[in-house]
T-cell receptor
Framework: QKEVEQDPGPLSVPEGAIVSLNCTYS??????FMWYRQYSRKGPELLMY????GNKEDGRFTAQVDKSSKYISLFIRDSQPSDSATYLC??????????FGTGTRLLVSP | DTAVSQTPKYLVTQMGNDKSIKCEQN?????MYWYKQDSKKFLKIMFS???????INETVPNRFSPKSPDKAHLNLHINSLELGDSAVYFC????????????FGQGTRLTVV
């Protein structure tokens, strides 16, 4: 079993839809939770970063962490075609290496 | 002005060859990383250097040798390349070992034929 599980998709939605991306994990030592966005043939770029449990909002993006369920989510409101990319969740214990999920490919059609 | 830059962007080479990938960051970060992304997009850390000192060395074949001449540079040398080494290699950097805010380069797509 991988430390971090993520549905690879692809997830196809129409423009304007609310998108929900999720990851589960097994290591209870993880405290830092990140979402990276990766466009085709580009490097990952950090979207959201959350420490411990709770919600964090940044524009159209909301990150949620439920440590009791070992489950994290990224919501994208009013999705745009420019949101089409692979979304990677990542997490780490304090000052330790990042462990990534396999990424979910999102396709937003106009 | 590119924050984390890697060269070359593409590398096609034959099995058995030796090749190097270079990485430079101009963010003033003190920690740099090499990640490997396989064909299924799985991203896994290989090495990490903090102030030129190796701090993370995952289970990577000895054919892979990182070198950090200074805080702003981290190179990756690969000996005796194998077909299974084909992947995209990403360099990243962060401040104070805080991998949570790592900035990634554009990647080097290595194809071994």
């Amino acid at each position: 079993q991988k430390e971090v599980e993520q549905d690879p998709g692809p997830l196809s939605v129409p423009e304007g839809a609310i998108v929900s991306l999720n990851c589960t994990y097994s290591n209870s030592a993880f405290q830092y939770f990140m979402w990276y966005r990766q466009y085709s043939r580009k490097g990952p770029e950090l979207l959201m970063y959350t420490y411990s449990s709770g919600n964090k909002e940044d524009g159209r993006f909301t990150a949620q962490v439920d440590k009791s369920s070992k489950y994290i989510s990224l919501f994208i409101r009013d999705s745009q075609p420019s949101d089409s990319a692979t979304y990677l969740c990542a997490m780490s214990a304090s000052f330790q290496k990042l462990v990534f999920g396999t990424g979910t490919r999102l396709l937003v059609s106009p | 002005d590119t924050a984390v830059s890697q060269t070359p962007k593409y590398l096609v080479t034959q099995m058995g060859n030796d090749k190097s990938i270079k990485c430079e960051q101009n963010l003033g970060h003190d920690t740099m990383y090499w990640y490997k992304q396989d064909s299924k997009k799985f991203l896994k850390i290989m090495f990490s250097y903090n102030n030129k000192e190796l701090i993370i060395n995952e289970t990577v074949p000895n054919r892979f040798s990182p070198k950090s001449p200074d805080k702003a540079h981290l190179n990756l040398h690969i000996n005796s390349l194998e077909l299974g080494d084909s992947a995209v290699y990403f360099c990243a950097s962060s401040l104070g070992g805080m991998t949570v805010r790592a900035f990634f380069g554009q990647g080097t797509r290595l194809t071994v034929v």
